[in-house]
C-alpha cells in the first residue's frame, strides 16, 4: 500500500497544473463555507452586541427584591452575572416646560451598572459618589432646565404616593398623586447622557432619569438586580425564573410559560403569586437562540444552510471533474497494477489517499483564504454600517467552532467529488484498463453530425461534435459540472436579490432625517410660522410642506387596469355604490420644483394638474383560484386624461365634482412619502 502512494505522490508531482487547479478548487470551496460560517457567527456576534449597546448587556431585571433575598439570585447557579440598581426616589424638577414630566427619578447603579446600561455620555463622566449626578440631555431640550456639568442641584427626594400606593416609571402622572418628602440632598452634575432606551424609561413616564452612584455595601430596604444567565440556564430560562419566583413546581407545565411573559408587560406578582416582578430582555435572550423571539438567528441559519448546500453541491462536481480526467488518464496504471495483485480496495482506497493529499494541501489555504476574507468583509461592512447607523461596529468573529466546521464540510466534499472516481477505477478490469477500451468504444455504425454543427463550427467542430459522441463518459462530468455551475449561478443571484428586496423593503431609503406633523391646528398662520422656522434653520438644507386630504370616486368610474380590476373582483369591492379613496398630496414649492424636474417635466404644464402614483403591489387571484404577485401599473390612465372625484378634509369643506387633468404617471413619491404602502397617491402643487 505504501509503494501505491508514493506513486500517487509522484504522479502529482508529475501533472502539477492538474493538481494545482485541483487544490485551488478544494481550496476556493474551503474558503467559501468559512466565509458563510463567518459572516453567520460575526452577523449574530454582531446584532448581540448591537442590542446590548442599546437595550442594556442582561437578560432579565427582578424590579424591586428585598436587600435580604438578593443572595437567592446572586448565588443561584443559573446566574452568570449580575448588577444592581437602586430606586432613590423621586423629586420637583424646578422649571420644566414639560407638563407630563414636572419629576427626576434618582436611580443609583453599582459599578458594574455603569458598564453594563446602554448609557451614552455626551459630556463630562459617570458619578463616583451619592453626591454626584449624571443627568439625562432630555432635561435640557426636553425640559428646558439649563443645567450644566459642574451645577450643584439640591433635590428634596421624596415617594411617589397614590393613596397608599407607591407608583414607579410604569405609571403615568395623575393629578391625584402626590410626593412624600424623605430627605433633602444637594448632587453636583458630573456628566450629561443622551436619553435612555424605551424600556428602562417609558415615553409615557413623569420624571426624567438622573444617576447617582450606588454604594453596595450600603444599600437600602430594595434594590433591582439584572441578571445573565448561563447558556444552560438560558435554555431553559424559563424553568430557571420560575423556581427563582417561588411559583409551584408544575407551574410552568401548567401554564406552558405563558404569565411569565405576561410578567414583563404588566401582570404584577400579586396577580400571579410570585416574589418578584421581572422584565425579561427579548432583544438581548433571543440571541442565546431559547426562541423567545429568535427569528434572525433562524433565517441567518437558514441562508446559511442553503448557500452551503449550494456551494458543496457544486463544489463536488467541480472537483470531482479534476478526480475523473485524473482517474481516466491513470486507468492503464491502474490496470497494470491489478495486474500484478493490487487489489480493489487498495485502489480505491489509493484515489481516496489522492483526495486526502489534495485536502491537506487545499483546507489549510482554503481557511487561511476565508479567514482574510472575512477579515476584509468586515471593514468594508463597518464602513457601510457606520454611515447608516451611528455607533454600531461590525464585528469580527470566527470561533474555533466555525473553522471545525469548515473543515468538516470541506472534507465531506472532497470525499463525495472522489468517491465515484474511486468506485470506477477499483471495478476496471486490468485487460481492459492496458486496452483503454472503457471509456472510448467504436462500434461499426458511423457516427454524424447534425449539418448544423459543420455549418456554425467547421471541420473542428464537426470533429469536436463526434469527439464527444464517442467519449461521452469522459465528457460527462464536464456538461454537468457547466449545467450545475449555472444552476447554482442563477440560484445565489436569486438569493441575493431575495435579500435586497427584503432590505429594501425593511429600510426604505427616507429623503429626510426629521417629520413635523400639525393636525388640526386652529392657528393656520401659527402653523405656518412654525413650518417656516424650522425650514429657515441653518442646520437644513432641504425641506418639504406637504398637506393632504381624501377624496373619493365611484369604484366604477375608476379606470383601473387588468390586474387592478382582477384584484378587486376577487375582494368583492366591485359593488353598486362602493367608492375608491384617493389621497391628495399638496406638496410646496420647492420639493414640486424637485419632484417635477426629477419626473422631467415642465412647471407650467404641471402646476394646475395632478401626478398620479401608480405603484400597484398585490397578490391577484385568477378565476381558477391560483395567485401570482404582480407589481406593475394599477391604473389604466393616460397622460391628458381627467379624472373626477369628491374632496372632503378637516381643513375644508366637502367639494363635490372636482376634475382636473392628469398630466403624468409614476411610481415616484415625493419627500416624506417614501415609505408609504398607498397606490392611490395623487401629488399636486
Request: overall charge neutral.
Amino acid at each position: 500500500m505504501k509503494i501505491l502512494n508514493k506513486l500517487t505522490i509522484k504522479s502529482l508531482k508529475l501533472n502539477k497544473k492538474r493538481t494545482l487547479v485541483t487544490i485551488i478548487g478544494i481550496m476556493l470551496s474551503t474558503a467559501l463555507i468559512t466565509v458563510v460560517a463567518g459572516m453567520i457567527t460575526s452577523g449574530i456576534a454582531t446584532l448581540k452586541e448591537y442590542n446590548k449597546k442599546t437595550s442594556g448587556d442582561y437578560q432579565v431585571e427582578f424590579k424591586d427584591v428585598q436587600t435580604q433575598d438578593l443572595s437567592y439570585i446572586e448565588e443561584n447557579r443559573n446566574i452568570e452575572n449580575y448588577f444592581l440598581t437602586s430606586n432613590i426616589g423621586y423629586a420637583n424638577l424646578e422649571g420644566s416646560a414639560n407638563e407630563d414630566k414636572p419629576y427626576v427619578n434618582i436611580i443609583g447603579i453599582d459599578s458594574s451598572a455603569q458598564a453594563k446600561l446602554p448609557i451614552t455620555i455626551d459630556e463630562g463622566r459617570l458619578p463616583t459618589n451619592s453626591s454626584e449626578l449624571l443627568i439625562s440631555k432630555s432635561i435640557i431640550t426636553n425640559g428646558e432646565v439649563n443645567l450644566q456639568v459642574g451645577d450643584k442641584i439640591t433635590f428634596d427626594v421624596s415617594k411617589r404616593l397614590l393613596e397608599d400606593k407607591e407608583l414607579t416609571q410604569d405609571d403615568i402622572l395623575t393629578p391625584d398623586e402626590h410626593l412624600e418628602s424623605m430627605y433633602g440632598k444637594e448632587y453636583t452634575i458630573v456628566g450629561i447622557m443622551e436619553r435612555l432606551n424605551f424600556d428602562l424609561e417609558p415615553y409615557s413616564a413623569p420624571g426624567y432619569t438622573v444617576f447617582t452612584y450606588l454604594d453596595v455595601n450600603n444599600l437600602g430596604s430594595k434594590a433591582n438586580i439584572f441578571a445573565n444567565f448561563t447558556k444552560e440556564g438560558a435554555k431553559n430560562y424559563q424553568e430557571v425564573l420560575c423556581n427563582i419566583l417561588g411559583l409551584d413546581a408544575n407551574y410552568e407545565k401548567e401554564h406552558n410559560y405563558i404569565d411569565i411573559m405576561e410578567l414583563s408587560t404588566g401582570k404584577t406578582k400579586d396577580e400571579i403569586g410570585s416574589k418578584y416582578n421581572i422584565a425579561i430582555n427579548t432583544d438581548v435572550l433571543q440571541f442565546e437562540g431559547v426562541g423567545i423571539n429568535s427569528s434572525y438567528i433562524r433565517m441567518l441559519y437558514l441562508i446559511g444552510i442553503i448557500v452551503v448546500a449550494i456551494i458543496i453541491i457544486s463544489s463536488v462536481f467541480v472537483i470531482r471533474n479534476s478526480f475523473a480526467i485524473s482517474i481516466t488518464e491513470r486507468t492503464r496504471q491502474y490496470g497494470m497494477l491489478s495486474s500484478i495483485g493490487a487489489t480493489k480496495k487498495q485502489i480505491r482506497k489509493n484515489v481516496l489517499f489522492e483526495g486526502f493529499i489534495l485536502g491537506i494541501i487545499g483546507i489549510p489555504l482554503g481557511i487561511l483564504l476565508g479567514v482574510g476574507v472575512n477579515f476584509i468583509l468586515s471593514i468594508i461592512l463597518n464602513n457601510l454600517i457606520g454611515k447608516i447607523i451611528d455607533n454600531v461596529t461590525f464585528i469580527y468573529s470566527l470561533p474555533v467552532v466555525a473553522i471545525i466546521f469548515s473543515i468538516i464540510l470541506a472534507g465531506v466534499t472532497i470525499y463525495f467529488s472522489c468517491r465515484s472516481s474511486a468506485r470506477r477505477a477499483a471495478k476496471v478490469s486490468p485487460i481492459d484498463a492496458i486496452r483503454s477500451n472503457a471509456d472510448i468504444k467504436i462500434s461499426g455504425k458511423k457516427v454524424k453530425s447534425p449539418k448544423i454543427i459543420k455549418k456554425l463550427f467547421g471541420v473542428g467542430g464537426d470533429i469536436a461534435y463526434k469527439n464527444l459522441k464517442r467519449n461521452k463518459k469522459k465528457y460527462r462530468t464536464t456538461v454537468i459540472s457547466l449545467v450545475v455551475s449555472i444552476a447554482i449561478f442563477i440560484s445565489i443571484t436569486s438569493l441575493v436579490q431575495y435579500g435586497f428586496n427584503i432590505s429594501n423593503q425593511a429600510f426604505t431609503d427616507y429623503k429626510y432625517n426629521l417629520m413635523v406633523s400639525i393636525s388640526s391646528a386652529e392657528d393656520k398662520n401659527e402653523a405656518f410660522n412654525t413650518y417656516k422656522k424650522i425650514a429657515n434653520d441653518e442646520i437644513v438644507n432641504s425641506y418639504s410642506v406637504t398637506r393632504f386630504l381624501f377624496g373619493t370616486m365611484d369604484m366604477k368610474d375608476v379606470k383601473f387596469s387588468n390586474e387592478g380590476k382582477k384584484y378587486y373582483n376577487s375582494m368583492d369591492a366591485m359593488v353598486d355604490g362602493a367608492t375608491y379613496q384617493l389621497i391628495i398630496v399638496s406638496v410646496g414649492d420647492e420639493e414640486y420644483q424637485r419632484y417635477i424636474k426629477d419626473l422631467g417635466l415642465n412647471y407650467d404644464d404641471a402646476k394646475d394638474k395632478i401626478i398620479l402614483v401608480d405603484d400597484f403591489e398585490r397578490y391577484v387571484y385568477n378565476e381558477d383560484g391560483s395567485y401570482k404577485k404582480y407589481v406593475g401599473d394599477m391604473f389604466d390612465y393616460k397622460n391628458g386624461d381627467e379624472i373626477t372625484f369628491s374632496l372632503s378634509g378637516d381643513s375644508m369643506k366637502v367639494a363635490s365634482g372636482v376634475t382636473t387633468q392628469i398630466i403624468a404617471s409614476t411610481t415616484q413619491k415625493p419627500m416624506g412619502f417614501e415609505a408609504s404602502s398607498y397606490n392611490r397617491l395623487c401629488s399636486s402643487k
